[in-house]
């Protein structure tokens, strides 16, 4: 009887080893098909409000992505990357900083980063909810900037919203009024005569 029992038993996690796989491997294939419309495209513009857990008030605005160069504009600055360099324009001070971004300030302007990160170091999960897919990426190293990450992705693969953990607080990005387009890869790159007047500050 004890016997069975465990037979039983090891035939159960063998089977919810295997749904746990294949619920993985879907997961991996949503994010694919959802980072292919940013990457294998000329281009893409959205609108976007982010909110950080215990602050007051949201930041909203615009954004623009072509694989994983950037410029995404707020009431407050403007920021640019073209791949490697980023430039930050606070309107506040007139002043430009230009910087290597950690991962960590990559993901603070632009949520299309996350959805590079899934490839490596995190376990994922996959659930439908209203209509939407939603990801679930819990980092193997809690040492990684985003610890754990719902990402939201609708029927037709378009990022709909993340909702991210870094250190002990979560923040949300909700996307919205998503455009195609043909974009130049030099609107990702600081130009001075859009600001001349504008103090240059190099910090790499």
């Known amino acids: 009887m004890k016997q069975i029992k465990y037979l039983l038993l090891f035939v159960a996690i063998f089977m919810a080893h295997g749904v746990f796989a294949q619920n993985a491997n879907q997961a991996k294939t949503c994010l694919d098909k959802a980072t292919a419309i940013v990457s294998n495209q000329g281009g893409i513009t959205a609108r976007f409000t982010l909110s950080n857990q215990g602050a007051v008030g949201r930041t909203s605005g615009t954004i623009s992505v072509k694989g994983a160069k950037f410029v995404a504009t707020t009431p407050q600055s403007t920021v640019w990357f073209n791949g490697t360099t980023q430039w930050s324009y606070m309107k506040s001070t007139n002043e430009v900083n230009i910087s290597t971004p950690t991962e960590a300030q990559r993901l603070s302007m632009n949520p299309y980063s996350l959805m590079t990160m ?83 500050i190099d910090l790499r």
Do not use: C
């Open 118 to 200: 899934y490839r490596q170091g995190y376990n994922l999960s996959m659930t439908n909810e209203s209509g939407a897919y939603v990801v679930h990426m819990k980092a193997t190293n809690g040492k990684r900037s985003v610890s754990e990450a719902y990402v939201t992705v609708s029927k037709g693969y378009q990022l709909q919203k993340i909702r991210m953990k870094q250190g002990k607080k979560w923040t949300t990005i909700t996307i919205s009024s998503i455009q195609r387009k043909n974009l130049s890869d030099n609107i990702f790159t600081f130009n001075k005569k859009s600001h001349p007047s504008a103090e240059i």
